[in-house]
């Protein structure tokens, strides 16, 4: 156990809606980094929070947003939502501000978009 | 755009076989090189390789980065059914983006 919690564990959803995916990190941990995995793209960074703020940014379509709150818990949220958007989405967290260490990743939430 | 390429992609290897993952890599500004295990779930941290830490060794599970290359390379040892599982490499870009991108993995199953 990572210390790492994602939830839900499993959403199923159809085209054109919106889903919000959510994320506590590690206590004392201030980043928080977000990924999505498919089977035939691999594990794709998207973006990074630190402490609040939007610090690295990946392969992020417009149509998803995430932020990270007060409370360093942090949240993604995908809308317009289509098929080629069903895949397992990461969260990890790490107690520095570079993304080039060690992160802990969360079990992660599966997302199937019918 | 940074790119890490894994290989081979999948492997199987009887118990005790010894085992190389290789990893090559491009990106504008190198801050470090990653190694993750993936079983069932998520990811789990292996080693982080850098300009200062070239080599790392935890077991019978070591790596080396070729900053030359630009590769790097994970090696098992005596390898036992619970190795089996998706290897990720990743590397670690210090410029103003901050990415980390991943390989595809490598999928390692060891039979008994």
């Not at chain 1, 990924?35 to 594990?43: A, F, K, T």
């Not at chain 1, 397992?88 to 969360?106: K, P």
């Not at chain 2, 990893?23 to 300009?51: D, H, I």
Request: glycine share 8%; with cysteine.
């Amino acid at each position: 156990d990572s210390g790492v919690t994602q939830t839900p564990k499993h959403l199923i959803t159809a085209t054109g809606q919106r889903v919000t995916l959510r994320c506590s990190p590690r206590s004392g941990d201030l980043s928080v980094y977000w990924y999505q995995q498919s089977l035939d793209q691999g594990l794709q960074f998207l973006i990074q929070y630190y402490n609040g703020e939007e610090r690295a940014k990946g392969n992020i379509l417009e149509r998803f947003s995430a932020q990270q709150f007060p409370d360093l818990h942090s949240e993604l949220n995908l809308s317009s939502l289509e098929l080629g958007d069903s895949a397992l989405y990461f969260c990890a967290s790490s107690l520095s501000l570079a993304g080039g260490g060690e992160q802990f990743f969360g079990p992660g939430t599966r997302l199937t978009v019918l | 755009e940074d790119k890490v390429v894994q290989s081979p992609l999948s492997l199987v290897v009887h118990e005790g076989d010894t085992v190389t993952l290789n990893c090559s890599y491009e990106v504008t500004n190198f801050r470090s090189l990653l190694w993750y295990k993936q079983e069932k779930k998520a990811p789990t941290f292996l080693f982080m390789l850098t300009s200062s830490g070239i080599e790392k060794k935890s077991g019978r599970l070591s790596s080396i980065l070729d900053k030359k290359e630009l590769s790097s390379i994970l090696n098992i040892t005596a390898t036992q059914t619970g190795d089996s599982a998706i290897y990720l490499c990743a590397v670690a870009d210090s410029g103003g983006y901050q990415k980390v991108t991943f390989g595809i993995g490598t999928k390692l199953q060891v039979i008994p």
